[in-house]
């Protein structure tokens, strides 16, 4: 699946990962998601709402939704994610961030994404 490098901002604190990390873009996924990686800059923070996730097996579950940037090269996105802390993985859904740009062009064979905004 393809990733994108992602640097995390909590909008609430100003705190900024120092750490540059790769994300999944998933298409499907309706909302984007992060785990216990970012618990430390989400310590101070408190959640501006709550999702219900449906994963594998019909399992539900509900989730704490912060509201974040996310700073990928010289763009900044403000977003919504999930916080799943034993989620496996990062990954960037549909809602507030992939359908905010033009394009979104996967380079498969280097497990890349490009994001074009106009």
Known sequence: MPYIRVVLKNLQTGKIDTVSRDFLVDTGASI???????????????????????FGKGKSQHYDVYKVALIIKDNVFETLVAFVPDCPFLLLGHYAFLERNSYNLFHSSIKQTRLVRN
């Open 32 to 54: 984007s998601i992060i785990n216990n990686k970012y618990s430390e800059l989400l310590k101070e923070t408190e959640s501006c709402d709550k999702v219900e996730l449906i």
